[in-house]
């Protein structure tokens, strides 16, 4: 078993502490072979958006300059990659894409918002109108997946927080998603950092459901501090439960160099 994470936080988000050297170093520990980080990208603002839970602008060249220089310290023991994990925005996502292909190796879509930042567009707690929420939902993980910008899915699982219980709409939606997951090959991520907290997600339905479509699964440690990387036994205990369901785990993911025009 090759042994990777493409999903880490750094301080810079505000929510997430440490320093970017001592992931790496318990990156090393834990025997992890890849590790990528993908801080919440930072976004151009608009007037009417709140600028929370994610790194701000200026600290966007910090972040980039920092892991780049990790990848040559520690070339010889771990390989390291650089990414982010965004919303689709459609109205910034020529600006996404310029940075992808100029400076990071993968994106992680996480599909918290719809349009733009605010409590009000969060698709974990949109209880008020769930047909609305879904059907934002669902046209922006199509849009994402389809777009040949995202290498991975983000807890997609996040929109479930609405649900006292799963309906048939949910139902359906989770089986749209393991669908559009296998058609772009775009793996669902199960998050370890919704395990033994409150967060509603990894849910089990999703990923039994993923195991009979055999859409690609990938485990995501979502880390948000060092000490959570050296939790070996998730990590295991996480890719056995997957195995046993039948899921199609993948460990690596396909890299899209794909050139952008402007």
């Not at 970017?20 to 603002?45: C, L, M, R």
């Not at 600028?51 to 701000?56: A, D, G, K, P």
């Not at 995202?150 to 139902?171: Q, S, T, V």
């Not at 479509?213 to 036994?233: F, K, M, S, T, W």
Request: hydrophobic share 35%; with cysteine.
């Amino acid at each position: 078993m090759m042994k990777t994470n493409y999903h880490t936080h750094t301080k810079r988000c505000g929510h997430a502490y440490g320093s970017d050297k001592e992931y790496i170093e318990n990156a090393i520990k834990a025997g992890f072979e890849v590790f990528g980080f993908s801080d919440h990208t930072p976004w151009q603002i608009h007037p009417y958006e709140a600028e929370f839970y994610r790194m701000e602008i200026d600290l966007l060249t910090d972040y980039l300059d920092s892991i780049d220089k990790l990848k040559e310290d520690y070339k010889d023991e771990i390989e390291i990659l650089l990414g982010l994990e965004a919303e689709y925005y459609p109205d910034r996502l020529d600006w996404l894409k310029q940075l992808k292909e100029d400076r990071l190796d993968y994106l992680i879509f996480g599909n918290h918002y719809h349009n733009y930042t605010a409590m009000s567009t969060y698709y974990g707690s949109f209880s008020d109108d769930k047909d609305k929420m879904l059907t934002w939902y669902l046209d922006d993980s199509y849009e994402a997946l389809s777009s040949g910008v995202y290498e991975i899915y983000a807890h997609p699982d996040l929109f479930l927080g609405n649900y006292e219980y799963i309906d048939k709409k949910a139902e359906d939606a989770l089986d749209k998603l393991c669908l559009w997951s296998k058609e772009f090959n775009v793996p669902l991520e199960y998050n370890l950092a919704g395990l033994g907290s409150y967060r509603n997600y990894p849910n089990d339905k999703l990923f039994i459901k993923a195991a009979k479509y055999q859409c690609p699964i990938i485990i995501g440690g979502d880390y948000h501090n060092p000490e959570a990387v050296l939790n070996i036994r998730i990590y295991d205990n996480s890719r056995k439960k997957l195995l046993e369901w039948g899921c199609l785990v993948v460990e690596t993911i396909e890299i899209k160099n794909i050139s952008f025009d402007q």
